[in-house]
């Protein structure tokens, strides 16, 4: 018996072959008679980084035979760029600071070629777009991020901005609000009770957006000065009775 027949290949999909350029290329494939095995495909030629039209070869052989067949595949840009936020979209920022945008990233292929931020006003509240456009050399592409600009909470302190504590005792905190009700941190890292010096507590307030804001006292830490009332040494009559003239203090401490 000898095998005279070569090989059938039976293309499966389309030919020609429509490829969306810069994806990677998945073959449809191929189908054999009976006895045939697929010993190569040859994607040599194909650039799916540049539109055309580029032959891949499909070799079989059934051990005696040896067939080949091609496919056309044609290589394409079907699609718009792909333009994805970074970052928060709505994206809310305190009024009066610097807007720094969270940028986008752009499908392979594609170039980022703007990014207005001209509407954005950060000295005033309000709603503003920013606007991203991309190009594939092909097809343009654009996506908005909205910038919500907003009143940060306000901070007010209780009791005196400069505060004086006495060295050596536990700092209580005279406390602080805000007015959206926010919860509010104290930072006290700073502060050192057992020595002299002047130091910084920070109150930090975080609203439901994440905008946030700062406020902050200054805590004096000092001894009090004692002034004694009247003279020193002081003289009293022998066998009399003792009525200390008393003493004063410069931060009122009985």
Do not use: W
Not at 5 to 14: A, D, K
């Amino acid at each position: 018996v000898v095998d005279t027949v070569s090989p059938v290949i039976t293309l499966i999909g389309n030919d020609p072959y429509l490829h969306e350029m810069y994806t990677q290329y998945e073959d449809p494939g191929v189908a054999l008679d009976r006895g045939s095995v697929l010993e190569s495909l040859d994607t040599s030629q194909l650039d799916i980084n540049t539109a055309g039209s580029y032959t891949i070869t499909y070799t079989a052989t059934d051990g005696i035979n040896t067939r080949t067949a091609t496919r056309t595949v044609t290589v394409a840009d079907t699609t718009s760029p792909v333009i994805t936020l970074n970052g928060a979209n709505p994206y809310y920022i305190a009024r009066y600071t610097q807007y720094v945008d969270p940028g986008v990233t752009v499908d392979e292929g594609s170039t980022l070629i703007s990014t207005n931020t001209t509407q954005v006003d950060t000295f005033n509240p309000g709603s503003y777009n920013v606007v991203y456009t991309a190009n594939d050399g092909v097809f343009t592409s654009t996506v908005i991020r909205t910038v919500i600009v907003k009143n940060p909470p306000i901070l007010t302190l209780s009791g005196p901005s400069q505060y004086y504590v006495q060295l050596g005792s536990t700092y209580t905190d005279p406390g602080v609000t805000s007015d959206g009700g926010e919860t509010i941190a104290i930072n006290t890292s700073d502060l050192d009770m057992n020595t002299h010096g002047t130091y910084i507590v920070i109150y930090l307030a975080i609203d439901v957006t994440g905008v946030s804001s700062t406020a902050t006292r200054t805590v004096i830490v000092d001894a009090p000065i004692i002034t004694l009332t009247d003279s020193n040494p002081y003289y009293v009559q022998l066998g009399s009775s003792y009525t200390d003239l008393g003493a004063t203090s410069d931060s009122g401490e009985a």
